[in-house]
Nanobody
Framework: QVQLVESGGGSVQAGGSLRLSCAVS?????LGWFRQAPGKEREEITR???????TYAESVKGRFTISRDNAKNTLYLQMDSLKLEDTATYYC????????????????WGQGTQVTVSS
């Protein structure tokens, strides 16, 4: 079972930047970031798939960057040009199984870190 712990959330003004970190208890080829705003469903914003393929949601493409440091078992999310609508709780996640067919099995979640963007 993979354990994930996010950090780095906080309050920032629109146009600013934040970097989130996620400490992962073990190696997983597939890792991703999701977010959930109040009253909305949790949405995927970016992830690593098998073979280090990266995908981004259209809403964050060009502003957010996912990266990882395998030596430190840490996943990062660099968020630039933040907008009011980026306010949400951000979660990192990993699947039970990661293969060329995608994420399968149970999805493991961190506890989340709050990001608040103000005008």
């Amino acid at each position: 079972q993979v354990q994930l712990v996010e950090s780095g959330g906080g309050s920032v003004q629109a146009g600013g930047s934040l970097r989130l970190s996620c400490a992962v208890s073990g190696y997983s080829a597939c890792l991703g970031w999701f977010r959930q705003a109040p009253g909305k469903e949790r949405e995927e914003i970016t992830r690593f798939d098998f073979g280090d393929k990266i995908t981004y949601a259209e809403s964050v493409k060009g502003r957010f960057t996912i990266s990882r440091d395998n030596a430190k078992n840490t996943l990062y999310l660099q968020m630039d040009s933040l907008k009011l609508e980026d306010t949400a709780t951000y979660y990192c996640a990993a699947p039970q199984f990661c293969s060329i067919t995608g994420w399968t099995g149970t999805t493991y979640w961190g506890q989340g870190t709050q990001v608040t963007v103000s005008s």
